[in-house]
Nanobody, 122 residues
């Protein structure tokens, strides 16, 4: 069964930190690529970060480089997004995603999680 379950969202102040988690079913976690997208109110969903199965190669959107870090814990079938130096413009619903063929901003996404809301106050 394919399953991606996000957690860790909530309210943070600008400059603060949050860590998102995505627990995946073993089959899904074995996907070629795991990543994060986000969708702010009134905007299209956009790529945030992604990591290859090995975890050795990662991709990040320019808007989050130097602030957000994606990582994978293969023993726990979990992908993390560590978000530091948060800004109000980071406010969005964050979605976990998997893709068996492409990694990075061009991911076509085979499966989506239901999302977790991150709100950053000024």
């Amino acid at each position: 069964q394919v399953q991606l379950v996000e957690s860790g969202g909530g309210l943070a102040q600008a400059g603060g930190s949050l860590r998102l988690s995505c627990a995946a079913s073993p089959r899904t976690f074995g996907s070629y690529c795991m990543g994060w997208f986000r969708q702010a109110p009134g905007k299209e969903r956009e790529f945030v970060a992604a990591a290859l199965r090995s975890g050795g190669i990662t991709y990040s959107a320019d808007s989050v480089k130097g602030r957000f870090t994606i990582s994978r814990d293969n023993a726990k079938n979990t992908v993390y997004l560590q978000m530091n130096s948060l800004k109000p413009e980071d406010t969005a619903v964050y979605y976990c995603a998997s893709d068996d063929h492409i990694c990075g901003r061009d991911m076509r996404v085979d499966y989506w999680g239901k999302g977790t809301l991150v709100t950053v106050s000024p």
